[in-house]
């Protein structure tokens, strides 16, 4: 990979013809200036001493971060789109083309553009892609990085070594049994919400197994739901009383006869509900969800209030509802 991408001429990669039919007639000339920064490759197209647009070869380290954008078809190449929104208008934007797990080609608009939208630079962008050996690029289904099926969906900035699609597996019958199982399989924690998830968020939303949590993610990235059921954590009680005081809106309430709280995080971002099977808010163990909205995929939204809606508590109340008369019915 090093050696096929010290032959590319990343100023090669910028298309002038594009910049021909893409500026008014007016537009000042422009010319392609390249550079190497940090010990990487660096070209961009410069007109009246202000870059246009630039494309560089991206760090290794930020490989974990282009799945924060939505996947595009560069003319049968696979690449991630960004936008970046400010005060309700775009104001950037950013095109990735993945060329291992790792490396990467970045194309972005510069402060002298005219237009900041993601169509401008998709054309720079596919044409750039064009110039690429084929052998250095994705189809636009090809797998270019660690995450394996719905792992792709999580929002984290995990490489995906950490994660699997969750597998089906027997949810034991009496609480204890279950809570026992879940702490020692997150796929046991994904199968008591399995299907209460399924049939009030819908389809979209998959599982995954982390060894501390499942997650049910979806495509866009909009909502992500973190559940578990495991002897190992701590009472209810606990975030009930919150000494700390870390929490608020803290409310005890119960679900299918056993006891719970739900509370909300300070800035609203996430909701969550901690639920006792075994009728008792200070036993040891617990059945949970977390709710958070996230950074949908493809648009970074500087004003966005990401906060969780009345809509989606009603629907994780629903689910916890679900799961607990499904799955903890049996005494005690």
């Known amino acids: 990979m090093d050696a096929a991408l010290a032959t590319v001429d990343f100023c090669s990669l910028i298309d002038l013809a594009v ?3 893409r500026q008014p007639l007016d537009a000042a000339p422009a010319t392609l200036r390249p550079e190497v920064k940090d010990g990487r490759k660096y070209c961009s197209l410069v007109r009246n001493d202000y ?3 630039y494309v560089h070869d991206m760090d290794p380290r930020h ?3 282009r799945n924060d954008g939505a996947v595009v078809d560069l003319g049968g190449v696979k690449a991630y789109q960004l936008e970046t929104r400010r005060e309700g208008r775009v104001d950037g934007c950013a095109i990735t083309v ?3 797990f790792q490396r990467a080609v970045k194309f972005e608009i510069g402060l002298g553009s005219r237009s900041k939208d993601c169509e401008l630079l998709r054309d720079f962008a596919t044409a750039g892609a064009a110039k690429l050996p084929r052998d250095l690029v994705y189809p636009l289904d090809g797998q270019d990085n660690a995450r394996v099926g719905a ?3 999580w929002v984290s900035n995990s490489k995906g070594e950490n994660c699997d699609p969750a597998v089906g ?7 204890e049994l279950i809570l026992a199982a879940g702490a020692a399989d997150p796929n046991v924690e994904c199968a008591v919400f399995r299907d209460a998830v399924k049939k ?3 389809p979209d939303f998959e599982p995954i197994a982390t060894p501390s949590s499942c997650y049910f993610v979806e495509p866009l990235h909009r909502l992500q739901i973190e559940a578990g059921a495991t002897a190992n954590g701590g009472a209810p009680g606990e975030w009930l009383a919150d000494p700390s005081r870390t929490f608020k809106d803290h409310q005890q309430t119960s679900f299918s006869g056993n006891p719970g709280v739900a509370f909300r995080s300070k800035d609203d971002r996430k909701f969550s509900l901690y639920v006792s099977p075994l009728g008792n808010l200070d036993a040891r163990g617990h059945v949970r969800l977390t709710i958070s909205p996230e950074q949908e995929r493809g648009i970074d939204d500087w ?3 990401k906060v969780v809606s009345a809509v989606d508590v009603a629907r994780v109340r629903a689910v916890m509802e679900l799961a607990m008369a499904t799955h903890f019915r049996t005494a005690r």
Do not use: H, I, K
Not at 169 to 175: D, E, S, T
């Open 98 to 100: 993945p060329l291992s």
């Open 200 to 202: 009030t968020f819908g």
């Open 169 to 175: 597996a027997q949810v034991p019958m009496g609480a």
């Open 151 to 153: 792992c792709a969906n």
């Open 303 to 305: 004003d966005r209030s």
């Open 51 to 53: 870059e246009v647009l």
């Open 63 to 65: 490989a974990s971060l």
């Open 19 to 21: 910049y021909a039919l």
